[in-house]
């Protein structure tokens, strides 16, 4: 008999350890929102459905909430738009100063948010613009918009032209071409492209507030706002809550490609 | 680069666009976006250099006292009163990406090189691995504190065991905001990691493996090499959010007066002390340093792969 390689179950073993480590912070917010806590959500008093069954009765939590989605949406749609556009134009058309182009993308990328936010927050004052609603969607929309362009363009790499060729061998009109065939194909791309905007936008702390976080409650900001006096179990909830709706969205579709896939390998 | 990973088929087909034309349309496509972030992203920038060279007659509740100018003596401060918030915001920022590089590599090596051939399971585990973005960052971080908070569990055994003296805590420390930072930005470094791990020939280790070199010195020489730009790519993700990151040294979080960080002092000037000018300054000081890495990066990788 082969001796039992220990050598092989480090690096398993170690994966372990790992995702233990990524994953305890989510266990503990999720196990803190069924916590029975009357005043602090600090210790364990014991397990209730309550924060989960009654999550909007106190604490303003669900309008902090509210605001962020109105938010997010809005600037979603703003920004994979304008995303979407550039990276088809990346990707499928020669131009200038294409090196310039990537550098101003990559740039809002790599910016800390507190120079992003304060350097927003000063243009905003020497304009005379009031913070609120709409200076917190011209911000979220501005460091939504690179993350657009990189998803979408992942997609577009992967789009045969010859598919467009051939509508327009068929006579389809470019607008045509693009509604029926181009973009129906980019779709994946562009709902993920939005997923990850929504995601990005509705967890965003510190650029909102520098830029309305005064006057207007995110669900980041009441976070913060709250974490003086003890954040209450109903954070939690939508924090738990948030966190299984989107794995579950990824999950979906990585289940689902990867199905198409061993299909396809089928067919050939 | 990295942000590839976010996108679930990213194929390599390259095809050689017949359909690629010049000028015009590209520029109609590309116009709105780019006005949008020259407005709002570069704008900003000079604004914040003017702000930084303006002065603040009284420090007023609501900004009254404030007058455009040249004044350089904002940034002068930098070398004397925030001396000690530029000493934090960077070694924290470097320990933290070092601890983080160590931890992720083996890790996306696992993923990308052990679990070669199990697309599914290399997935999923990626998945785990971004699972922290989608619970809310100030959760995660409040989760942490609570976890080691001053009457936690953990605190009273490491008491009990000698470990910490009977008035030391964990909380407040550098180490609970280098810690915090670590996790923080631990998925900025494993997906850049994985993508180029994941792409990495296997037949390149064998072949080091063949011509008798050592586990060892296949990795130095050969894995590590060829992995280098997810390493400088993962790095630089890493570093800079982090250099610039507040929320885990904040008192409410794992810091305290002891662990400022640039970016606490950022906030504090400007959002509760209305001094605009020297968080301006700051801010401007902050991203000069972060121009400077990326240049160095650009100009050693080019910019092509930068998207």
New interface residues.
Partial sequence: MKAFDFKKLILPFYAVIAFVFLLLPIAYTVAFSFNDSTKSNAQWQGFTLNNWLQVCVRQGVCEAVGSSILIGVISTLIATVLGTMIAIALVRYKFKAREAVSLGLFLPMATPEVVMGSGLAAEFFNLGIGQGYLTIIIAHVMFCLSFVVVTVKARVQTLDPALEEAGRDLYANPRRVFMKITLPLLMPGIAAAALLSFALSFDDFIITYFNGGQTVTTFPIFIYAAATRGVPAEANVIGSAVFFLAIAIVLFVQIRSSLRNTRLAKLK | MA??A??????D???K???????K???I??A???A??AL??????F??I??SLGSIEAVSLA?QGFRYGFNIQNFAQLGTDYLPHVIRSFSYALIATAAALL?SY??A???GV?LRGR??LQ???V???I??????????????S??F?N?SWIVHELQTLGLLAPDQYIIGTPFAVVFGLT?NF??FMTLPLYTTLEKLDIRYLEAGADLYASPRKVFTKVTLPLSMPGVISGT??TF??M?????NASK??LGSAHTQM??NV??SK??SEHN?PI??AL?VA??AV?LII?GVY?KRTG??D??
């Fill in positions: 942000f590839g976010f996108a679930h088929s990213t194929s087909i390259k095809h666009n017949a359909s690629q034309k010049t000028g349309i590209a520029w496509l590309l709105p976006g780019l949008y972030l709002f992203f570069l704008a900003p920038l604004s914040l003017a702000v900004n931890i083996p890790l090596y696992f993923i052990k697309p599914l997935r999923m585990l998945t785990l691995v699972a922290p973005f989608f619970i809310s960052f100030l959760l995660r971080t409040l989760a942490w609570q976890i908070s009457e996790y631990i998925p630089l993700l800079i959010p250099a610039g990151d507040y929320v409410n979080f640039l970016g950022i906030e400007y959002i605009m968080a301006s801010s902050l991203m972060i990326v650009v910019s092509e930068l998207l």
